[in-house]
């Protein structure tokens, strides 16, 4: 058998086993914080796996689109290319009629400056036109005149003529006197 241990031995015991106690509640405080911890960090994995999944998935789509964007990009572009033909062609054709345009009014200008100076010279012409009419009126009256006149001295002349042969006793048949044309 065992001896029987003595009060001091058993305070000593007991002093041991206190201490034990303690250091035992010590490592239940630690494994708490430590399970705690594990449990925070196993939160902290199944977050982050999940963030990795989807940023797996988000890469996984990103990739189909990227090479449903390689297919496209020749089609694209040939599109692009095609419109941006009609595009230039539109252009071309825009140019193309400003400059007519531009031709247009230009020509308008003409004519209508040729039109301007086209009624000024009809304008004119019909001034002138009075203007000759007015001089033919008096020409025609000066000449009407002249001819009355002419008239009157040849009358005048063949009674005197008349008289004149009358007074040297011719009876022979005058020749009737000649007008002079005008």
């Known amino acids: 058998m065992e001896p029987i241990p003595t009060i001091p031995t058993l305070a000593?015991?007991?002093?041991?086993?206190?201490?034990?106690n303690g250091l035992v509640l010590d490592i239940?405080?630690?494994?708490?914080?430590?399970r705690t911890a594990v449990s925070s960090l196993q939160l902290e994995v199944s977050q982050l796996q999940s963030q990795v999944t989807l940023q797996a998935t988000e890469i996984h789509q990103q990739a189909e689109v990227n090479d449903s964007s390689r297919r496209l990009v020749p089609e694209l572009t040939k599109v692009v290319f095609k419109l941006s033909k009609e595009v230039e062609e539109q252009s071309a054709d825009r140019r193309t009629l400003l400059r007519q345009l531009e031709e247009q009014k230009t020509l308008l200008a003409l004519q209508q400056g040729?039109?301007?100076?086209?009624?000024?010279?009809?304008?004119k012409l019909e001034r002138q036109s009075l203007g000759v009419g007015l001089q033919l009126k008096v020409v025609h009256e000066a000449v009407t005149q002249a001819s009355e006149e002419q008239s009157w001295q040849t009358e005048e002349l063949a009674a005197q003529l008349a008289g004149i042969r009358e007074d040297l006793g011719t009876t022979s048949n005058p020749s009737p006197p000649t007008q002079s044309p005008i």
């Open 12 to 20: 000593k015991m007991g002093k041991m086993l206190e201490a034990t």
């Open 114 to 123: 040729v039109t301007e100076r086209v009624a000024v010279a009809v304008d």
């Open 28 to 34: 239940l405080k630690e494994m708490t914080q430590v």
